[in-house]
């Protein structure tokens, strides 16, 4: 399998998992109807990966392959129609932001590094590709984003910490490659888990509740 195919299937299972994520916490957070439901997830699902592409100077992959489009419309209307059954599923809306945040963080920084860019602007883009979607949706339902929320779990630490894995593995092995996408998208996956688990923070500034 190739590099830009391997990449696609991960961008398309980000894609996915992010738009019924975002389509979710919309219908849980806010008074919306499905024009509302399908903003929210297809922003979610396609937000981190436009910011991504316009930082990196080329045209969104989004208005060049009608799949994530598709993708992003597909998740959104599941989470619409099916949103009372998903809810029942204990952490179902995590598992998804997870998973979300584990491929974006992953093939960000494996496309930065196609584009030439070094290691630490690559990590960064993985980052971004993270957790730009996320951060759009909840600036849209009126919420101070979970990336910069110091009543948030860890979120832009995993995907940092992914992406910087993705590009060790490619700098060391001197290629792309599935080892590194399934390490950085692991680790990713179990930062964000765990510390959703035992409700691990950032530090905050010394003087505030949760500060040192």
């Known amino acids: 399998m190739s590099t830009t195919t391997i990449l696609l299937v991960l961008d398309l299972a980000g894609v996915l998992a992010f738009a019924v994520d975002g389509a979710l916490v919309g219908i849980r957070s806010s008074r919306i109807d499905i024009v509302g439901v399908i903003t929210l997830g297809v922003i979610t699902a396609l937000g981190g990966g436009i910011i991504r592409d316009l930082l990196l100077g080329a045209t969104p992959a989004t208005f060049q392959d009608w799949r994530y489009v598709m993708t992003a419309l597909v998740g959104a209307l599941l989470a619409f129609f099916l949103s009372r059954h998903l809810e029942r599923l204990s952490g179902a809306i995590t598992f998804l932001d997870a998973a ?8 960000g920084a494996a496309k930065a590094l196609e584009f030439g860019f070094g290691p630490l ?9 993270g957790v730009g979607g996320g951060t759009l949706r909840d600036v849209l339902i009126n919420r101070v ?20 894995i993705l590009v060790g593995t490619v700098t060391t092995l001197g290629g792309y ?8 998208a692991l680790v990713c996956f179990t930062l964000r888990t765990v510390g959703l688990r035992y ?14």
């Open 100 to 107: 979300g945040l584990s491929l974006f963080c992953v093939t």
């Open 121 to 129: 602007q690559a990590a960064l883009l993985g980052a971004i590709t």
């Open 145 to 164: 984003p979970a990336v910069m929320s110091r009543d948030s779990t860890l979120y832009a630490i995993p995907a940092l910490t992914g992406a910087c």
């Open 177 to 184: 490659g599935p080892v590194g996408a399934v390490a950085g």
């Open 199 to 212: 409700r691990w923070r950032a530090p905050a500034p010394r003087g505030t509740d949760n500060g040192g």
